[in-house]
């Protein structure tokens, strides 16, 4: 795609996670943008895990070396990423900006050692079958389908902001899509039933 590079496992992108807990109280999107490596990537489809400052809060993680965190321009905090539970999503720009700035942000790419240590420890919950997965596309294509029109806490636009958000024009491209294949369905079944008269 032009404009955005080619996903693969270790790249560091800025996404707006959604946590399995944020979800059960209702969310569609996360409440904040963060740091997120990609585990996973299926044509255009991608896994990814996030990173966090409160590595009590789950059952596993990785910790991130300091060395490291400069050159993805962490905080000087110590940081973790989750390897526990994950989002997958397609890999558009549609998905990735963000909601402060309307850009992607893609701020490199992890050590190839640390990748796969992530990756290792990401499949040994999957085998177990105790990995969390939040698939946010089925999401916003169910919330759509239900004709909802906003969350039970939405956030407010940052200064600068439309009253539209990147979630909203996500949510209404759902709709439109729903309608148009709705709309041909009911033709073609139309045109069946002219054939058989």
Same mark, same amino acid.
């Given at each position: 795609?032009?404009?955005?590079?080619?996903?693969?496992?270790?790249?560091v992108v800025n996404y707006p996670y959604l946590w399995q807990s944020e979800h059960k109280e209702g969310h569609i999107e996360g409440k904040k943008e963060r740091h997120c490596v990609v585990i996973g990537v299926k044509d255009n489809d991608v896994r990814?895990?996030?990173?966090?400052?409160?590595?009590?809060?789950?059952?596993?993680?990785?910790?991130?070396? !300091?060395?490291?965190?400069?050159?993805?321009?962490?905080?000087?905090?110590? #940081?973790?990423?989750?390897?526990?539970?994950?989002?997958?999503?397609?890999?558009? *720009?549609?998905?990735? $900006? #963000? @909601? $402060?700035?309307? *850009?992607?942000?893609? @701020?490199? *790419?992890?050590?190839?050692?640390?990748?796969?240590?992530?990756?290792?420890?990401?499949? !040994? @919950?999957?085998?177990?079958?105790?990995?969390?997965?939040?698939?946010?596309?089925?999401?916003?294509?169910? @919330?759509?389908? *239900?004709?909802?029109? /906003?969350?039970?806490?939405?956030? $407010?636009?940052?200064?600068?902001?439309?009253?539209?958000?990147?979630?909203?024009?996500?949510?209404?491209?759902?709709?439109?899509?729903?309608? $148009? !294949? /709705?709309?041909?369905?009911?033709?073609?079944?139309?045109?069946?039933?002219?054939?058989?008269?």
């Amino acid at each position: 795609m032009a404009g955005l590079q080619d996903p693969k496992p270790g790249v560091v992108v800025n996404y707006p996670y959604l946590w399995q807990s944020e979800h059960k109280e209702g969310h569609i999107e996360g409440k904040k943008e963060r740091h997120c490596v990609v585990i996973g990537v299926k044509d255009n489809d991608v896994r990814v895990v996030p990173i966090t400052h409160e590595p009590q809060k789950h059952t596993a993680v990785v910790n991130v070396p !300091q060395n490291i965190k400069k050159g993805l321009e962490l905080d000087n905090e110590r #940081s973790w990423i989750v390897t526990n539970e994950t989002n997958r999503f397609k890999w558009t *720009e549609k998905n990735l $900006k #963000s @909601y $402060k700035t309307g *850009e992607v942000k893609i @701020y490199g *790419e992890l050590p190839a050692e640390l990748t796969e240590k992530v990756r290792k420890s990401a499949r !040994q @919950y999957s085998i177990g079958r105790n990995i969390k997965r939040m698939d946010r596309d089925e999401i916003l294509k169910k @919330y759509a389908e *239900e004709g909802r029109s /906003s969350e039970p806490s939405p956030r $407010k636009p940052t200064e600068g902001q439309g009253k539209e958000s990147n979630k909203g024009q996500r949510i209404d491209d759902i709709k439109a899509r729903l309608k $148009k !294949q /709705s709309s041909s369905n009911t033709l073609s079944l139309s045109k069946g039933k002219g054939r058989k008269q």
